[in-house]
């Protein structure tokens, strides 16, 4: 039987509450679970310090029993130190700017980079003037 530590979404219509539970991989997001761990309340400030209230003896005897935690209770965890940080994945090529979109930010630099270039030989140019008076 997989474990994993997940989230179980309460609250009403777009008011989201979400209990932190260990539950069977197999069963539905809201329905039956083995414990319940904690609590996440979404709305509350991320300071607030109950926005997540967490059992940590609970959480880390089910990490010791091989449960595996969401990626979003990962982070979660992370931050109160139960568990270490997920690795985030790159940016996926499709989204990357196109040709195009390239050659327009290399123009853009390129005249950023030729203002500059003209601002300072202005600048030398007008050194020697003004020492000259």
């Not at 509450?17 to 997001?29: E, W």
């Not at 400030?45 to 089910?62: L, M, T």
């Not at 139960?82 to 050659?103: D, G, I, N, R, Y």
């Not at 980079?113 to 000259?132: F, H, I, N, V, Y």
Request: glycine letters at 4%.
């Amino acid at each position: 039987m997989a474990v994993r530590i997940r989230l179980s979404r309460g609250g009403s219509k777009k008011r989201p509450y979400y209990h932190i539970v260990a539950a069977d991989a197999r069963a539905p997001r809201d329905g039956r679970y083995i414990e319940k761990l904690g609590a996440y309340n979404p709305l509350l400030p991320q300071d607030n310090e109950n926005r997540v209230v967490v059992d940590k003896e609970k959480v880390s005897a089910w990490l010791s029993k091989g449960a595996q935690p969401t990626e979003r209770l990962q982070k979660i965890f992370a931050n109160l130190g139960l568990c270490a940080a997920p690795t985030m994945v790159e940016q996926p090529k499709k989204s990357a700017p196109k040709a195009k979109a390239l050659e327009r930010l290399k123009e853009k630099e390129a005249k950023a980079a030729a203002a500059a270039e003209a601002a300072a030989a202005a600048a030398t140019e007008a050194e020697p003037a003004a020492e000259a008076e």
